[in-house]
């Protein structure tokens, strides 16, 4: 089959960690004998890699680098609401790709259309499509339906896009069912949860050195990595340790990434008193993840519902340490508990609740036996149901059937 992917961000070069689950389907339907090609923005930051396995078409928007924002998380400010820079530069965005994939896709002879993100990408894909007489798949990933169910008119754009889909798929329940209410029809929406490499993310990876951390073999170490905003409950994890420090003075923290409340998440965690038990080591590098995740006894995922109402779909860095063989502890939200079962292949705990959280960390660290069987489950659950081959092998599914409808 030939697939044309519609994307607004994409890795810009080896090594970066933006949106590397777009690359991860794409790179696994090629795998799997299809022909697919992808078209993105340019970023001043973009340097080819040869011997890409999917063919990226760039397109630029603007003449001046600088004003190159729309996509690789520089559209939303704090992840939240479009910055008025992006707004205006919408419609010369909207053109570009538009007239890129265009070309691309007739060159191609495209059989169906893959956009990641409803907005903007599904109304291109949406206006390419009908051109062409293809099918459109949309991917949900959440920054994209929280816009449009926030501004009426990207609302009824979406609506517009989702009508005209023969398949939308979501990584959580609430997606699916945003999805619908947006207008999509109910046959038409798929769960497919996100997966991870097992091979890059594997037990035998080597591990950080943790004393560059000023951490030592006797320390506890969990790790939490992500943009430091709120949706990620960052500051729900520091509140959380205070009370087991007491009992479990070799707790360690490290919370790796970087973002706008990285500033209040320190602040926080002196007011607390326990600036000695974290670290935060700002932006881990696409490439040094797996390490930096194998460096940890554990993983904390305690993502959140933001005051303004915006939360992640799944995200991948569960699944990856999950694919490393380490026990996580995640919130029971959206679509983690597509993968991971509470006391099977991992802990789950209410969202924002600190004391459950505290008490989850605990339950680990006082419980090898539970530590170790649970690492096992979330290797195992990778390795068979959770990885992208198998992500790649469901959506050619769906998209052979949309192409005989």
């Known amino acids: 089959m030939r697939i044309i992917v519609l994307a607004t961000s994409y890795p810009r070069f080896p090594g970066d960690g933006t949106a590397p689950f777009v690359q991860s389907i794409s790179e696994n339907l090629a795998e799997l004998g299809h022909e697919v090609e992808l078209v993105a923005p340019y970023d001043p930051a973009v340097r080819e890699s040869p011997g890409e396995r999917v063919a990226v078409h760039r397109f630029r928007y603007s003449p001046v ?19 008025p820079e992006a707004l205006a530069l919408l419609p010369p965005f909207i053109i570009a790709q538009f007239w890129q994939a265009l070309r691309v896709a007739r060159r191609q002879r495209a ?22 007489r293809i099918p459109m798949a949309i991917s949900l990933h959440g920054s994209d339906v929280f816009v449009a169910r926030s501004n009426r008119a990207f609302g009824r754009v979406a609506g517009w896009v989702l009508r005209r889909a023969a398949v939308v798929t979501a990584c959580s329940e ?20 996100w997966g991870a490499d097992p091979q890059r993310f594997s037990p035998v990876v080597k591990p950080l050195d943790r004393s560059s951390f000023g951490l030592t073999e006797d320390d506890f170490v969990l790790v939490a990595l992500g943009r430091i905003v709120a949706k990620k409950g960052f500051d729900v994890l520091l ?40 670290r935060f080591p700002g932006r881990i590098s696409w490439d040094d993840v797996p ?11 305690p993502s959140v519902r933001d005051a303004a109402g ?13 694919a490393l063989g ?26 924002s609740d600190t004391k ?22 979330a290797r195992a659950s990778v390795e068979q149901r959770f990885n992208w081959l198998e992500v790649a092998k469901r959506f050619a599914q769906l998209f052979a059937g949309a192409s005989k409808e």
């Open 174 to 193: 609430d997606l699916r069912q945003a999805a619908i209410d947006l207008g999509a029809a109910p046959e038409k929406v798929h769960l497919i949860a």
């Open 239 to 278: 509140r959380s340790l205070p009370a087991q420090l007491d009992s479990h003075p070799e707790i360690r923290l490290v919370i790796g990434g970087d973002g706008t409340q990285r500033d209040q998440l320190s602040e926080l965690a002196t007011s607390l008193g326990i600036v000695d038990s974290v």
């Open 326 to 351: 380490k026990p996580v502890i995640a919130s029971r939200i959206v679509g983690v508990p597509l993968v991971v079962e509470d006391g099977v292949n991992g802990i789950l705990c209410p969202p």
């Open 111 to 132: 059989q169906i259309l893959h956009a990641h993100w409803v907005l903007p990408n599904g109304f291109v894909g949406a206006w390419l499509a009908g051109i062409l």
């Open 310 to 322: 915006n939360v992640d779909g799944l995200p991948t860095v569960l699944l990856e340490a999950m």
């Open 65 to 83: 680098d600088r004003w190159h924002i729309m996509g690789h998380a520089k559209a939303l400010a704090d992840d939240t609401q479009l910055r």
């Open 291 to 301: 390490a930096y995740l194998a460096m940890g006894d554990g993983f904390v995922l």
């Open 356 to 377: 459950a959280l505290g008490q989850a960390i605990a339950r680990l660290l006082d419980d090898p036996p539970l530590q170790q069987r649970i690492s096992q489950a």
